[in-house]
Protein backbone atom coordinates (compact mmCIF):
# COMPACT_ATOMS: atom_id res chain seq x y z
CA UNK A 1 0.00 0.00 0.00
CA UNK A 2 2.78 1.92 1.06
CA UNK A 3 4.65 1.64 -2.35
CA UNK A 4 1.13 2.54 -4.42
CA UNK A 5 0.90 5.78 -2.64
CA UNK A 6 4.67 6.50 -3.09
CA UNK A 7 4.56 5.09 -6.56
CA UNK A 8 1.21 8.06 -6.96
CA UNK A 9 2.77 10.77 -5.70
CA UNK A 10 5.73 10.56 -7.43
CA UNK A 11 3.74 10.42 -10.98
CA UNK A 12 1.71 13.57 -9.19
CA UNK A 13 5.39 15.09 -8.68
CA UNK A 14 6.44 14.24 -12.11
CA UNK A 15 3.07 15.89 -13.98
CA UNK A 16 3.90 18.66 -11.56
CA UNK A 17 7.39 19.24 -13.31
CA UNK A 18 6.48 18.37 -16.56
CA UNK A 19 4.03 21.20 -16.54
CA UNK A 20 6.87 23.50 -14.95
CA UNK A 21 9.56 22.59 -17.56
CA UNK A 22 6.30 23.64 -19.97
CA UNK A 23 5.88 26.76 -18.47
CA UNK A 24 9.72 27.29 -18.73
CA UNK A 25 9.64 26.77 -22.33
CA UNK A 26 6.86 28.51 -22.88
CA UNK A 27 8.29 32.02 -21.10
CA UNK A 28 11.85 31.09 -23.02
CA UNK A 29 9.44 31.18 -26.38
CA UNK A 30 7.85 34.49 -25.20
CA UNK A 31 10.90 36.16 -24.71
CA UNK A 32 12.41 35.24 -27.68
CA UNK A 33 9.22 36.15 -29.80
CA UNK A 34 9.67 39.69 -27.95
CA UNK A 35 12.80 40.03 -29.36
CA UNK A 36 12.28 38.96 -32.76
CA UNK A 37 10.07 41.68 -32.20
CA UNK A 38 12.62 44.11 -31.04
CA UNK A 39 15.22 42.89 -33.81
CA UNK A 40 12.58 43.23 -36.70
CA UNK A 41 11.93 47.02 -35.99
CA UNK A 42 15.51 48.15 -35.98
CA UNK A 43 16.44 46.39 -39.34
CA UNK A 44 14.31 44.64 -41.56
CA UNK A 45 17.51 42.79 -43.45
CA UNK A 46 18.75 41.50 -40.40
CA UNK A 47 15.42 39.90 -39.87
CA UNK A 48 15.59 37.69 -42.93
CA UNK A 49 19.84 37.49 -43.10
CA UNK A 50 19.23 35.93 -38.83
CA UNK A 51 16.58 33.47 -40.49
CA UNK A 52 18.98 31.90 -42.75
CA UNK A 53 22.19 32.50 -40.78
CA UNK A 54 19.82 30.12 -38.01
CA UNK A 55 18.94 27.38 -40.69
CA UNK A 56 22.17 27.09 -42.16
CA UNK A 57 23.56 26.71 -39.05
CA UNK A 58 20.90 24.25 -37.78
CA UNK A 59 21.76 21.98 -41.14
CA UNK A 60 25.40 22.00 -40.33
CA UNK A 61 24.45 20.85 -36.96
CA UNK A 62 22.42 17.75 -38.73
CA UNK A 63 25.33 17.20 -40.62
CA UNK A 64 27.57 16.99 -37.69
CA UNK A 65 24.58 14.68 -36.41
CA UNK A 66 24.61 17.16 -32.67
CA UNK A 67 21.74 16.26 -30.46
CA UNK A 68 18.23 18.11 -30.82
CA UNK A 69 19.02 20.55 -27.60
CA UNK A 70 22.58 21.50 -29.76
CA UNK A 71 20.19 22.37 -32.67
CA UNK A 72 17.96 24.38 -30.78
CA UNK A 73 20.69 26.06 -28.85
CA UNK A 74 22.13 26.70 -32.86
CA UNK A 75 18.50 27.61 -33.93
CA UNK A 76 18.35 30.47 -31.34
CA UNK A 77 22.28 31.52 -31.27
CA UNK A 78 21.40 32.47 -35.15
CA UNK A 79 18.19 34.07 -34.85
CA UNK A 80 19.71 36.83 -32.13
CA UNK A 81 23.67 36.52 -33.31
CA UNK A 82 23.26 40.07 -34.55
CA UNK A 83 21.22 41.22 -31.44
CA UNK A 84 24.25 43.89 -30.28
CA UNK A 85 23.41 45.76 -33.89
CA UNK A 86 20.62 47.62 -31.97
CA UNK A 87 23.16 49.51 -30.14
CA UNK A 88 24.72 50.45 -32.97
CA UNK A 89 23.48 53.51 -34.41
CA UNK A 90 21.70 53.61 -37.57
CA UNK A 91 23.83 56.42 -39.10
CA UNK A 92 26.58 53.40 -39.24
CA UNK A 93 24.46 50.70 -39.52
CA UNK A 94 22.66 52.24 -42.99
CA UNK A 95 25.09 53.81 -44.16
CA UNK A 96 26.23 52.62 -47.78
CA UNK A 97 29.47 54.17 -48.55
CA UNK A 98 32.83 53.37 -46.96
CA UNK A 99 32.88 53.12 -42.97
CA UNK A 100 35.97 55.05 -41.28
CA UNK A 101 37.92 53.45 -38.98
CA UNK A 102 35.78 54.97 -35.89
CA UNK A 103 32.64 54.16 -37.65
CA UNK A 104 33.94 49.85 -37.97
CA UNK A 105 35.24 49.94 -34.79
CA UNK A 106 31.44 50.51 -33.46
CA UNK A 107 29.91 48.20 -35.59
CA UNK A 108 32.63 45.46 -34.25
CA UNK A 109 30.94 46.23 -30.84
CA UNK A 110 27.78 44.26 -31.73
CA UNK A 111 28.59 41.20 -30.32
CA UNK A 112 29.61 42.19 -26.79
CA UNK A 113 26.57 44.47 -27.17
CA UNK A 114 24.13 41.61 -27.96
CA UNK A 115 26.13 39.30 -25.45
CA UNK A 116 25.58 42.09 -22.38
CA UNK A 117 21.73 42.33 -23.30
CA UNK A 118 21.52 38.54 -23.53
CA UNK A 119 23.08 38.60 -20.00
CA UNK A 120 20.16 39.64 -18.45
CA UNK A 121 17.91 36.40 -18.78
CA UNK A 122 19.76 33.05 -17.42
CA UNK A 123 17.99 31.10 -20.06
CA UNK A 124 20.00 32.54 -22.88
CA UNK A 125 22.94 31.45 -21.24
CA UNK A 126 24.02 28.80 -23.68
CA UNK A 127 23.09 31.27 -26.82
CA UNK A 128 25.71 33.90 -25.23
CA UNK A 129 28.56 32.36 -26.51
CA UNK A 130 27.64 32.16 -30.37
CA UNK A 131 26.52 35.95 -30.18
CA UNK A 132 29.72 36.86 -28.52
CA UNK A 133 32.24 34.83 -31.11
CA UNK A 134 30.85 34.74 -34.34
CA UNK A 135 32.92 37.26 -35.54
CA UNK A 136 36.15 35.60 -34.15
CA UNK A 137 38.78 33.79 -37.06
CA UNK A 138 40.12 30.74 -36.46
CA UNK A 139 43.61 32.51 -36.72
CA UNK A 140 42.76 34.81 -33.83
CA UNK A 141 42.71 37.58 -35.73
CA UNK A 142 38.86 38.07 -35.27
CA UNK A 143 36.64 39.95 -32.79
CA UNK A 144 36.20 40.80 -30.33
CA UNK A 145 38.13 38.53 -28.38
CA UNK A 146 41.17 37.73 -30.85
CA UNK A 147 40.20 33.64 -29.46
CA UNK A 148 41.75 31.33 -31.94
CA UNK A 149 41.50 27.51 -32.84
CA UNK A 150 39.44 25.16 -31.00
CA UNK A 151 39.44 28.43 -28.48
CA UNK A 152 36.64 29.63 -30.41
CA UNK A 153 33.26 28.26 -28.89
CA UNK A 154 32.14 25.16 -31.42
CA UNK A 155 28.32 26.24 -32.06
CA UNK A 156 30.33 29.91 -32.84
CA UNK A 157 32.42 28.32 -35.42
CA UNK A 158 29.51 27.16 -37.22
CA UNK A 159 27.66 29.99 -37.29
CA UNK A 160 30.18 32.44 -38.46
CA UNK A 161 30.54 29.61 -41.03
CA UNK A 162 26.54 30.06 -41.56
CA UNK A 163 27.22 34.26 -41.61
CA UNK A 164 29.31 34.07 -43.87
CA UNK A 165 27.83 32.03 -46.42
CA UNK A 166 24.78 34.52 -46.05
CA UNK A 167 26.89 37.36 -46.69
CA UNK A 168 28.28 35.81 -49.52
CA UNK A 169 24.97 35.12 -51.11
CA UNK A 170 22.36 37.33 -50.08
CA UNK A 171 21.41 40.34 -52.54
CA UNK A 172 21.87 43.66 -51.28
CA UNK A 173 20.77 46.46 -53.14
CA UNK A 174 24.05 47.59 -54.13
CA UNK A 175 25.79 44.03 -55.48
CA UNK A 176 24.67 41.14 -56.49
CA UNK A 177 24.30 37.21 -54.67
CA UNK A 178 27.83 35.97 -55.29
CA UNK A 179 27.93 32.58 -57.77
CA UNK A 180 28.09 29.05 -56.02
CA UNK A 181 31.84 28.36 -57.62
CA UNK A 182 33.13 31.68 -56.21
CA UNK A 183 31.29 30.40 -52.74
CA UNK A 184 33.36 27.42 -52.84
CA UNK A 185 36.98 28.84 -53.53
CA UNK A 186 35.94 31.70 -50.39
CA UNK A 187 35.62 28.79 -48.29
CA UNK A 188 38.75 26.66 -49.75
CA UNK A 189 40.83 29.84 -48.93
CA UNK A 190 39.27 30.66 -46.21
CA UNK A 191 39.76 27.09 -44.22
CA UNK A 192 41.97 27.48 -41.41
CA UNK A 193 42.46 30.88 -41.56
CA UNK A 194 38.94 32.36 -41.29
CA UNK A 195 37.22 29.57 -40.83
CA UNK A 196 37.36 26.28 -38.46
CA UNK A 197 39.13 23.42 -40.95
CA UNK A 198 36.78 20.42 -40.02
CA UNK A 199 34.07 22.29 -40.41
CA UNK A 200 34.82 23.83 -43.60
CA UNK A 201 35.08 20.66 -44.84
CA UNK A 202 31.75 19.60 -43.98
CA UNK A 203 30.40 23.00 -45.50
CA UNK A 204 32.04 22.52 -48.52
CA UNK A 205 30.60 19.00 -48.74
CA UNK A 206 27.14 20.24 -47.85
CA UNK A 207 27.33 22.98 -51.12
CA UNK A 208 28.53 20.28 -53.52
CA UNK A 209 26.54 17.32 -53.12
CA UNK A 210 23.56 18.72 -50.77
CA UNK A 211 22.77 22.10 -52.09
CA UNK A 212 18.73 21.28 -52.18
CA UNK A 213 19.47 21.29 -48.55
CA UNK A 214 20.52 25.07 -48.89
CA UNK A 215 18.09 26.17 -51.77
CA UNK A 216 14.82 25.19 -49.70
CA UNK A 217 16.11 27.87 -46.93
CA UNK A 218 16.51 30.22 -49.71
CA UNK A 219 13.22 29.77 -50.90
CA UNK A 220 11.81 30.46 -48.04
CA UNK A 221 13.51 32.95 -46.44
CA UNK A 222 14.02 35.12 -50.00
FE1 LIG B 1 27.58 39.89 -36.71
Redo the contacts with the bound molecule.
Sequence with gaps: MLLIESGIKSVAQMNEIKKINEELENAYLESIQTLRYTVDAKDTYTRGHSDRVSEYSVLIGKHLGLSENDLKTLRVGGLF??IG?IGVPDSILLKEGKLSDNEYSEVKN??SIGAHILSGASIFKDIIPIVKH??ERYDGHGYPSQLSGENIPYFARITAIA?SFDAMTSKRAYRDSMPIDKVISEFENGKGTQFDPKLTDLFLDILRNHFDEINEIQIKYK
Excluded: Q
Design positions: HDKHPHHD
